[in-house]
């Protein structure tokens, strides 16, 4: 651990030793509280009131299954009677499956999968392809605008996850095109409750969290819930996190409710960026697979060219190299990993602060407003690039320096990675948010509705910095040795610093947003619901550089309409289909067009969904099947011809670096199940089938429409759990087992000559088995049962290798 990681983790420790001490003033104030009132019982009004206090995320339960939402609409609507796409998780599922973080939870969710651009760097998640946004209980919860930095989202203090897909920019903000996922937090109880948990598993990974609640008197509750864990992960992916959770919740009156919340969480997460990459051969220029090539077929260019020319030997050497994946599918390195030791973990230090304030003005009227304040800063060296060349065509020559094999003292080096640059990044983000939802119920004869009046505003503040050092192909830092074999690397020695590190770059920028909107829920029968939402709202983006001669400025204003169109019809109270159509804007980083003269447009988005909900068995049975197609413009790609790197004999900087007209579009079907047989059954499935499409835009090196990069077109995932009583314990035994299944992805880069490349599909299984008392859970969990090897997540040429089997012992404990 390094001494940064070290002092922070002394930091986080010292907090949850503190935090012990609270929790033992709380309690016994608690404790107190109720010797002195024992015969009066906790208000009965301020118990009823809690129901009702979240009204973003109140759910009807029956049969243990949740049956109502209000992400979608922020009104407390029946799933059956919703015009959009929305799924939830309850928690009870992912505590069977013994999640920790948002990535392992996504299995659950149909259309959420991981994105193609992923780089490691915290949570990049895809809805039918496209971008989302992250929220708790409704408000901001980092990574928007184009920033390279992203924290890990854990589910320490989840009680469920609720996925809204689609636009939804008029209820959340700033949004993305794919759609919000809402991950909603655990609140006070004014029944006092305690509970220890700790686990242990594979590569040397324990936790330890202790959640605490209860009441402090008749109208004010409290809640802490703290947690530290490590591990060493699967190929030296290691991660520490300290978290620590606070909320007071006070009930004024039945009509007037305060919850006040805090956060503070401290973890260092290894990134790797690289994966397994993929072998760089232009098989364009073949017609045959990398295997069957020799050394007669990998002909030199010209000398006239500037291309490598390599001897007889090394042509011969180097197809022997070759396998018949090479240039398609990443190369399989085992667990060797290109995680270099000059990198370091994403070490990120969030905290927030959060008043919500739910007011009922009347028997028709009702308030909800928000406030926020959150900061996240992180530092982390990440490793890039790592490229193995072996035959590749640049601007009309091949194998031209330095995209080409490494050749040092006339000795080839077939498997060497060349190009490659090391990352330190240092950001700082501030974040002010306040929302205010105004809610009117009103009818009029047969038919009722709901008017929603909404604003918000926001402020980010950014700071950030970029050094990079690299190998000898770019003299901008002292040289990083070449990793002559990416099957056993021959790491550098020292730490970045020690390679005077180049400062590429360093900016303030500050994004200001608002928004109004309003919408009309509207139950005009039995049968028939209605939702019309609009919004107006606008972006501003300022820009400071601080690295560049004379420190230029530069601004964007993005502003536009968004809305929501939907419509559902009940056949039945167990049947229902509806249609939904939505129109949506992302404003994008300034960073992506520093000049006065280009201030790069908003992407737009359109989603329209056609679904069908049911219910059966006394509602133990709820389902959706969802067709939809949804859309994004005005995507960012590079230019190939740019080239910023002054040595090179390609350099280029009086074109464009980027292009902005290529688009994404997702069709498909989704299907989601929740079953609760009996007491003893319980069945979570859900599979999405889709034909996710990126189409070039005008400059693009090809005309062809592809695939979108790292989205799999087809997907699914089942969860059955099975519970039987023995007649020696009180209490039954679980037994669970799980599939998940992914379809291939493309990591293809036609700038490397690459067209078509992709990782595979795979079959995953995974089990449990846990025993759930009034007072003890003891839970083990297994996966990737037949240890299959696979790749969890597409990367940039390359694949992220799956964890191979592991397994997971927690023990749990309530008083």
Request: no cysteine.
């Amino acid at each position: 651990m390094n001494h940064t990681s070290h002092k922070k983790s002394k930091v986080a420790n010292a907090i949850l030793l503190s935090l012990l001490s609270v929790t033992s003033t709380v309690t016994a104030t608690s404790a107190l509280a109720q010797e002195n009132d024992a015969e009066t019982p906790v208000d009965a009004q301020a118990q009823n009131a809690e129901e009702n206090l979240d009204v973003i995320t109140v759910y009807g339960r029956h049969n243990r299954l949740i049956l109502e939402s209000g992400t979608a609409t922020k009104s407390n609507m029946s799933l059956m009677e919703t015009p959009a796409a929305i799924v939830v998780v309850d928690g009870t599922l992912l505590r069977e499956q013994g999640v920790s973080t948002l990535q392992e939870s996504i299995r659950n969710i149909s259309g959420l999968s991981q994105d193609g651009n992923n780089y490691g760097v915290g949570d990049n998640l895809a809805i039918r392809g496209l971008g989302v946004n992250y929220t708790f209980d409704g408000i901001y919860a980092g990574a928007d605008l184009g920033n390279s930095y992203n924290p890990t989202r854990s589910m320490t203090n989840i009680e469920s996850i609720e996925v809204l897909k689609g636009p939804a920019t008029g209820l959340y903000g700033m949004g993305e095109a794919g759609g919000i996922i809402n991950l909603i937090e655990k609140k006070p109880q004014f029944q006092e409750a305690y509970e220890v948990k700790a686990s242990v598993g594979s590569w040397d990974s324990y936790s330890l969290l202790f959640d605490a609640t209860g009441a402090i008197n008749k109208d004010l509750a409290y809640r802490v819930v703290a947690n530290r864990e490590q591990s060493d992960g699967y190929r030296g992916l290691s991660d520490e996190r300290s978290e620590l959770y606070t909320s007071l919740k006070y009930v004024a009156s039945s009509d007037n409710q305060f919850l006040l919340s805090a956060a503070y969480i401290d973890d260092a997460v290894q990134i790797d960026s690289v994966g397994h990459p993929v072998r760089l051969i232009d098989l364009t220029m073949f017609d045959t697979d990398a295997g069957s090539l020799t050394g007669a077929d990998l002909v030199n260019d010209t000398a006239e060219s500037g291309g490598l020319q390599l001897t007889d030997a090394q042509r011969d050497e180097l197809a022997a190299s070759l396998v018949s994946t090479d240039g398609v599918q990443p190369f399989d390195l085992g667990d060797t990993s290109l995680i270099s030791p000059i990198s370091r973990p994403n070490e990120g230090e969030e905290f927030r602060i959060k008043l919500r304030q739910d007011l009922v003005i009347s028997s028709d009227w009702s308030l909800t407003q928000q406030l926020q304040y959150r900061t996240y800063e992180t530092e982390y060296i990440r490793q890039t690039s790592a490229y193995n060349y072996v035959y590749v065509d640049r601007n009309g020559t091949t194998n031209l320096e330095p995209r080409a094999p490494l050749v040092i003292d006339d000795v080839l080096y077939p498997y060497a990675a060349r190009r490659q640059e090391y990352r330190k990044i240092q950001a700082e983000e501030k974040v002010w948010q306040y929302f205010i939802d105004l809610t009117n119920t009103w009818s009029l004869g047969d038919i009722r509705g709901e008017h929603l009046f909404s604003a918000n505003y926001e402020d980010m503040e950014v700071n950030y910095t970029q050094w990079s050092i690299w190998d000898a192909d770019d003299t901008r830092s002292d040289a990083v040795p070449y990793i002559l074999d990416i099957r056993n690397p021959n790491w550098p020695t020292g730490t970045f610093e020690d390679y005077n590190p180049s400062l590429r770059s360093k900016y303030d920028k500050d994004v200001s947003s608002w928004g109004v909107s309003f919408q009309e829920v509207l139950y005009l029968s039995d049968s028939f619901t209605a939702r019309i939402g609009g919004a107006y709202g606008g972006v501003k983006q300022t820009y400071q550089n601080q690295f560049s001669d004379g420190n230029p400025e530069y601004d964007a204003d993005d502003d536009g309409f968004t809305y929501n169109l939907g419509l559902t019809y009940m056949y039945s109270d167990s049947l229902s289909t509806f249609i939904n159509h939505s129109k949506g804007r992302t404003a994008y980083s300034v960073l992506g067009s520093l000049s006065e003269e280009d201030n790069r447009p908003d992407s737009e988005s359109e989603s329209w969904d056609l679904g069908v909900r049911f219910t059966a068995l006394n509602e133990q049975v709820i389902g959706s099947v969802v067709v939809f197609d949804t859309a994004r413009t005005n995507l960012q790609y590079s230019n190939p011809l740019y080239e910023d790197n002054i040595d090179d004999p390609s350099y280029n900087v009086d074109v464009p670096e980027f292009y902005y007209d290529e688009q994404d579009r997702t069709t498909g079907v989704e299907v989601d199940i929740n079953f609760d047989i009996n007491e003893q059954w319980s069945l979570n499935a859900n599979g999405t089938y889709q034909e996710p499409r990126t189409e070039p835009g005008a400059y693009a090196t090809s005309t062809d429409e592809e695939q979108t990069k790292g989205i799999a077109e087809k997907f699914a995932s089942t969860w059955l759990t099975y519970s039987h009583s023995f007649e020696a314990l009180p209490a039954p035994v679980k037994f669970s087992i799980g599939v998940t299944y992914e379809d291939e992805r493309t990591i293809s880069a036609s700038a490397f000559g690459i067209d078509y490349a992709f990782v595979d599909s795979y079959t995953v299984w995974d089990a449990a088995v846990s025993y759930v008392s009034d007072d003890w859970d003891v839970q083990l969990n297994l996966r990737n049962l037949d240890n299959t090897d696979y790749y969890s997540s597409a990367m940039y040429l390359g694949g992220l290798p799956g964890e191979e089997r592991n397994a997971k012992l927690s023990v749990a404990y309530r008083f």
